[in-house]
C-alpha cells in the first residue's frame, strides 16, 4: 500500500504528557489517504513520558519543553511551530494549561480530547467522580481550547453507558476506545471530510 507522502496534509503537532496512545492513534490516522493532517512534531513537558517512544518509532521530530518555566517554554513553542509551518495542535493527554497568550499568539487551531461527556466533569480524576456520583452515562468529547480548562466549543461527543459493576480502570478502557474513534471523526468534521 502506498501511504500518503504528508506533503499536502496541514502540518500538525501533538502535545503529550504520559501514556500517549492517542497520540499513536493519530499517527496512524494521519498516514491514511483521507487524513487532512500529518503528524510533523510532538511534544511533551516531560522527557520520561512513555508516549515519546512514538516519535522513534514512527520517526517524527520530538521536543521537551520545561514548563517550569511556563513563558519561556510557550514562547520556545510558538518560535518552533511558526519555523516548522504547523497549523494545528492535537492536545492528547497533555497536562500543562496553555496560556491566553500562547492561544492568542498560535496561528491556527488548538484541540483536546477529554474523557467526559463536557461541560460536566472538567479537570482530572474524571472517571473516579463520574463513578461515585453514579451517573449512568459517562463519555469522551472533542473541542476547541480557549484559555478555560476543557470549556472551548464541542466539536464531538460520544456517550457511553455506566455499568454498576465499572471500576474507574473498566471505565478509563471502555471510554478510551471512543476517544481514539472521536478524535480522527472531529479532524475529519473540522475539515470538512
Ligand atoms: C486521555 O484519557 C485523554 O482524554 C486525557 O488524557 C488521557 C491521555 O491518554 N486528556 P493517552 O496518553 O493518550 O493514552
Known amino acids: 500500500m502506498v501511504e500518503s507522502s504528508g506533503n499536502k496534509k496541514l502540518k500538525t503537532v501533538v502535545f503529550i504528557s504520559g501514556k500517549g496512545s492517542n497520540l499513536c492513534n493519530l499517527i496512524k490516522f494521519s498516514k491514511k489517504k483521507i487524513s487532512p493532517i500529518s503528524i510533523d512534531l510532538i511534544i511533551s513537558n516531560n522527557q520520561k513520558c512513555k508516549?515519546?517512544?512514538?516519535?522513534?518509532?514512527?520517526?517524527?521530530?520530538?521536543?521537551?519543553?520545561?514548563?517550569?518555566?511556563?513563558?519561556?517554554?510557550?514562547?520556545?513553542?510558538?518560535?518552533?511551530?511558526?519555523?516548522?509551518?504547523?497549523?494545528?495542535?492535537?492536545?492528547?493527554?497533555?497536562?500543562?494549561?496553555?496560556?491566553?497568550?500562547?492561544?492568542?499568539?498560535?496561528?491556527?487551531?488548538?484541540?483536546?480530547?477529554?474523557?467526559?461527556?463536557?461541560?460536566?466533569?472538567?479537570?482530572?480524576?474524571?472517571?473516579?467522580?463520574?463513578?461515585?456520583?453514579?451517573?449512568?452515562?459517562?463519555?469522551?468529547?472533542?473541542h476547541y481550547v480557549t484559555p478555560k480548562l476543557d470549556s472551548g466549543k464541542i466539536i464531538l461527543q460520544k456517550k457511553i453507558k455506566v455499568n454498576l459493576s465499572d471500576t474507574p480502570q473498566v471505565l478509563a478502557k471502555k471510554v478510551m476506545i471512543y476517544e481514539h474513534k472521536i478524535y480522527p471523526e472531529a479532524i475529519l468534521k473540522i475539515f470538512n471530510r
Not at 74 to 100: P, R, T
Open 51 to 142: 508516549g515519546l517512544r512514538y516519535a522513534k518509532a514512527f520517526k517524527i521530530k520530538k521536543k521537551i519543553f520545561d514548563f517550569k518555566k511556563r513563558i519561556l517554554a510557550e514562547k520556545k513553542i510558538l518560535k518552533v511551530l511558526k519555523k516548522e509551518k504547523i497549523k494545528l495542535i492535537c492536545l492528547a493527554g497533555f497536562m500543562k494549561i496553555l496560556s491566553q497568550n500562547f492561544i492568542k499568539n498560535f496561528n491556527g487551531k488548538i484541540l483536546n480530547i477529554h474523557p467526559s461527556l463536557l461541560p460536566k466533569y472538567k479537570g482530572l480524576d474524571t472517571h473516579n467522580r463520574v463513578l461515585k456520583n453514579k451517573e449512568k452515562y459517562t463519555g469522551c468529547t472533542v
